[in-house]
């Protein structure tokens, strides 16, 4: 600080002085930062993390840089908002921008194409997200915008608690997208950021001597103590509290549902999946577990089965499967605990005859073998399932028609009016089948084959997230979609083959876990495997499900009788196994099944931000920031141009603005003379080169009105250099080089209020 300004200090011990803007712009990045680290639970870490930090610390040093040459409020915003334009597109939107950084009407176009593809991965994705360059732009540009807003409150208007609550609320939106358990060192590390954030704002403010010497270090030390304290109650008080359970389906208790409506949609995009339930069996593989089944089909919408219950006690409830004499039977036994879910339908292997430990009042239908709660729910089951399994040769499944005069009507009805393109297809595809049931093979190695794609958003895109004969029809174009659409077009493509066919829902197997009870392994199952299957019957052996889906469970076969081992009873199985292995792969689910095929569940290409390479960046970085030097020097061109042709008001304005650009005061108040003398005073000017300027001026302001020339020869115009080069060795080094690369007196003009001295320092 100057003597001048230490003069002024002095004489004003009431005001009230800011500084520390660099530890204050470092508690904004630390609170942001913590801010930011929740949503990596949501979105997978990728360029798009770097990119938000990036634009960040970008934002708060344009703003320190800003606030440094005592600009505005509204003209440091206005220089943040250019730096997170620039950023944004360089980094998103170059392809469409003049010189890769002047956005032009395609790239204003371009944005709300990437918002709403942004939007609808989040409503329809998965957590953890793919950081699609959509994805990308939204979280890196909205990181960009909180800085603005965040350095804004806390630096401009000073008011930091207000900025805390902001970046509180910020931090809790992840954690409201995805329900899960409390961070608590996420927890910890934003607290200690927003007490620091707030304790840096409070030293940023300089106070008067004799205030300073009234603060005593009892008050920090007592804040430190206070807030140490609230953050232990937290941790400790936070596990003993109810913690949030991802919702799902269409329960309405604490836990997932199942939709049997064939709305599956929403519920295998749910954001975070949730375990719902551990299942155990002495079977050779783990069963599908099924809910409940579809059968009537209206040509828009597949309706859950409402047949007739009976008390799951009844001798009429379950009983024993009817099958041809020749078709041999497996019994099995598999038991259920029910962590998560919230449903009237208690999931049971098929074909059920038998089902115990079931709390409350339950229900079995005998024409799907479901089981239906008459009072109460699945929530906290745990019950046992008996299951009798037909297991026929490969033989007897070819030599029997999917078919009989004892199905419902139900399962072989067609809407008058649908597409052609399915029953089409349903012959083109088994035209070289001679029986039923390799046709229903050709059926399902045809959609199990390269041709379709697992997908849960290409049906959303193109309206047809549903199992209507339109949305089977737009599936079987496309070729994108998921289990409800291989599922439906399954049934279908059946029925216009004269086949009697129906939905199931239920879930997949689950995954194998590390216990084990009575040497069985426990397998896990999610709410992300809920699935649906379709069925067909044979007469003889009744419901076989069958798996058209692509990259989900193993496809139906059955074994021919030479190859079935002498002691197994498992025929359809093709190789005799001592443990449980999931019918489906382990692991595999409705999120990740394209990932296990090489692609992506959402059936987009998972594309993230490409950067400019470095060398590239570089080249821009150095011209962007040479922008400011470049006016600069060509303003004081002009300026010497001018003052060689005699204009001695060119010449001092080139010695003010010299003085501007290294945080010299220069007021209106000041006469001339007066500023000269400072100049030589204090700032080591030489007298002799500033007093040719200063007698320039002095007889130009005093001579006839409208008056500028002063003919000097190139005296003057070579005495303001010799003063600006003064000026600039006068100063740190650090201050001469802010004075070139960032000059003030692009925006602040001699006289101005801020050229004042009263709000400038030299540092």
Known sequence: ??????????????????????????????ALVAALLPVARVIESGPWLVGALTLSVTVLAAGYTARRFALPAVAVTLIEAAAWVVFMTVVFLRDTAFLWIIPSFDTFRAVPRLVATASEEITLGAAPLEPTTALAFMVVGAMGLLTIVIDHVVVTARMPLLAAVGIVAVSLIPSIAVPGEVDLIGFVFLAVTILFLIRAETRSRERPVEQEAERTAGVPATAVGIA???????????????????????????????????????????????????VRTDSPSVPYLRATTLSTFDGEVWEPDRGQSVALDSERALGEIAVDTDIRLADYTTSVDVMNLES????????????????????????????????????????????????????????????????????TALPDDIPPIIGELALEVTAGATNDYDRLIALQRWFRGG?????????????????????????????????????????????TMNMPSRIVVGYLPGEPTTEAIDAQPIYSVSSSQLHAWPEVYFEGVGWVAFEPTSGLGVPTSFAPAAALPGATDDPAATTPRSTPTPTGPAGLDETDADEQRGGTASGQSGTTADPLPVMGVLLLTIVVLSLPFLFRELRRRQLDTAARRGDAAAAWQAVQDAAIDVGIAVPASESPRAFAQRLIREHGVPASEMNVVLIAIERVSYSRAGTRSYWMGDASAEAA???????????????????????????????????????????
């Not at 239908?365 to 089951?381: E, L, Y």
């Not at 026929?392 to 139900?410: F, H, K």
């Not at 047809?464 to 279908?492: P, T």
């Not at 080069?725 to 209020?753: D, H, K, T, Y």
């Open 721 to 763: 250099a010799s003063v600006r080069a003064a000026l600039l060795a006068s100063v740190p080094p650090a201050r001469r080089l802010l004075a070139l690369l960032a000059p003030r007196s692009l925006v602040i003009r001699p006289g101005s209020v801020y050229a004042d001295g009263a709000a400038v320092k030299v540092r």
């Open 451 to 495: 041709d379709f794609q697992y997908s849960l958003e290409a049906p959303v895109e193109e309206g047809f997230d549903g199992s209507g004969a339109e949305a089977v029809a737009q599936f079987l174009e496309q070729r994108q979609g998921y289990c409800i659409h291989f599922a439906s077009a399954f049934a279908l493509m059946a029925r």
């Open 344 to 411: 009237p339908w208690a999931p049971v292997p098929f074909p059920a005859v038998s089902v115990d430990g079931l709390d409350g009042t339950w229900g079995a239908v005998p024409i799907n073998r479901t089981i239906v709660a008459r009072t109460g729910s699945t929530q906290g089951q745990s019950y046992e399932v008996v299951s009798s399994s037909p297991r026929p040769t490969l033989e007897q499944m070819r030599v029997r028609s999917a078919g009989t005069q004892q199905v419902r009507d139900e399962t």
């Open 228 to 278: 140490a304290i609230a953050i232990v109650v937290s941790v400790v008080a936070t596990p003993l509290l109810p913690q949030p359970v991802a919702r799902a389906g269409t329960g309405l208790g604490p836990g997932p549902g199942i939709d049997a409506t064939l709305q599956l949609g929403d519920d295998l995009r749910r954001p975070q999946e949730v375990e719902v339930l551990r």
């Open 1 to 30: 600080m100057s003597s001048r300004s230490a003069a002024d200090g002095a004489r004003t011990p009431g005001r009230v002085k800011r500084g520390g803007e660099r530890l204050l712009a470092t508690a904004v990045l630390a």
